[in-house]
């Protein structure tokens, strides 16, 4: 009979950030992923891994979200879908390995997963307790939406002076004098 996992979630750039989940440990990881999204109020198409590492934080294997991400990941470690693997076996040497919900892949955040207890009643998956704000999730992406990027943004970088281009004291490249034997440029 399978267990209910209380996991607590936790964010090591926020000490006052902890979210207590509450799943079955036959439910999958993806029904784990979706139970966080909600839990911190993230989209539902967020796209994010569970990433398990060991004592050393050496990555052990990847749980990616989606199976169109597969090509994407070549950690040189096992890679399997959320589908394919339950809660129980996400947390199936806990004394060794770490599990780390990867919701931030440009700015290289993650949540801390740790398994709590084993001993309740089993129920449907739910959010048990809520303390502190979720972290915004940054990306490449979100900088479209920056100021930075607007019309009216200044990019100009003042008067550029040549001689500060090179680091060294050769002249910059003059076409007159190419700097390869342009007869024999593709070794012909």
């Known amino acids: 009979m399978p267990k209910q996992y209380i996991i607590l979630l936790t964010f090591p750039e926020d000490d006052t950030f902890l979210r207590i989940l509450s799943i079955p440990g ?3 990881a993806k029904q784990l992923h979706r139970l966080i999204l909600d839990a911190v109020a993230y989209p539902p198409d967020t796209i994010a891994t569970f990433d398990i590492v060991d004592n050393e934080n050496n990555l052990q294997k990847e749980l990616l979200c989606d199976a169109d991400f597969l090509e994407l990941s070549d950690k040189g470690v096992p890679t399997l879908l959320m589908d394919d693997l339950s809660v ?15 919701f931030d892949f440009f700015g290289n955040r993650a949540f801390h997963l740790r398994l709590f207890n084993t001993e309740h009643t089993i129920s449907d998956p ?5 303390r502190g704000e979720a972290p915004a ?6 900088a479209a939406d920056n100021d930075i990027f607007s019309d009216d943004a200044d990019l100009s970088f003042g008067e550029l002076n040549e001689d500060e281009l ?8 003059d ?10 440029s593709f070794g012909v």
């Open 26 to 28: 036959d439910a999958s």
């Open 88 to 102: 129980a076996e996400l947390f199936a040497d806990p004394e060794h390995l770490s599990c780390l919900y990867v």
């Open 166 to 173: 090179y680091d060294s004291e050769e002249p910059p490249y």
């Open 175 to 184: 076409s007159e004098d190419p700097p390869y034997d342009s007869e024999d």
């Open 126 to 130: 739910k959010v048990v307790q809520k």
């Open 137 to 142: 999730p940054e990306s490449e992406w979100d």
